[in-house]
C-alpha cells in the first residue's frame, strides 16, 4: 500500500498564517505533474510548530482540495500517545487515506515503549498506518526488529525509513515482503532504495519536481534501470542543495522561486542563506525549473 512517489508537502505561511492560497497552487501543480499522492504535516510542513487547530486545517484542507484524486496520508505523529490518537482519529473523520506517524520525539522511549505507542494508535483508529524513522531528527532510532514485530498489526502498511541505511531496509524487506511496503525518506538515495525492495518514497525534492521522481519510479518498476539511473543522476546534484540547510528551509526557498508560495518559515527556521541561494538557483536552472 502507498507505493510510488508522495510529495512531503510544505506548509505555506503569509504574515504568520496558513496561506489557503498558495497551498492549493501547490497541491494542484502535484496533481498536474502527475504524483503518486501527498503528504501534509510531516516535517516538511513544519509540523513541530503548528498548533493543534493548525495541524487539523491543513489536514482537512489538503483532504478536500485533492477531493479523492490521489491519496491524502496525513502527517498525525507526536511525542504523546493520546495526542497522536487524537490527530489521526481527525484524519481518518475527515477522509485522509493514511496516518504517518513519526517516532516520538524528545522523550526517547525504549523499543517495547516504541511497538507499545503504535499499537496503542493502530488498535484506536482504524486506518492505514505509516511508522516513521528518522532518527536524525527524534535522536531516536526504531530497531528493524521493533518495525517487523510492528507489521505484524493488519493496519501498520508501510514504513518511512530515513536514515538512507540500505541494509535495515534489506533486512525489513526480507522478513516482511510485501506485508510492509517501505517507503524511503531520503530523496537521494531513492534509486537504491527500489534496488533493496523499496516501493516508494515520501519525497522532499517531489515538491518542486514531482514529474521527474514519479518518472524515475515508473522506469524502475518497468524495468527501464538506464531511465532511472539517468533520472538519478540528473536530481543528484539538486537533492543535495535541498538539504544544505536545515529542511525545509530550502525547499521553501526554492518553491518560493518558481513562484508558488512566499519563503515564510515559523522560527526556529530562518530563510535560505545568500552563500546557499545562488548553488540552488543555479540548479534549478540547470533543470529549467525558473528562468
Known sequence: MFEGVYSALITPF????????AFARLVEYQLE??????VPCGTTGESATLSHEEHKEVIRFCVELVAGRVPVIAGTGSNATAESIELTKFAKEVGADGALLITPYYNKPTQEGLYQHYKAVANAVDLP????N???????DMDASTIIRLAEISNIVAVKEATANMERASIIHKQCGDGLTLISGDDATFLPFLAVGGGGVISVCANIVPRAMVALWRAWKSGDWATAHRYHQNLLDLNGLLFCETNPIPIKAAINMMGLCGPELRLPLTELSEESRGPLREAMEALELIN
Open 129 to 132: 498506518i505509516v511508522l516513521y
Open 33 to 38: 505533474q502527475g504524483i503518486c499522492g501527498v
Open 134 to 140: 528518522v532518527p536524525g531528527r527524534t535522536a531516536l
Open 14 to 21: 503569509t504574515n504568520g498564517r496558513f496561506d489557503q492560497e
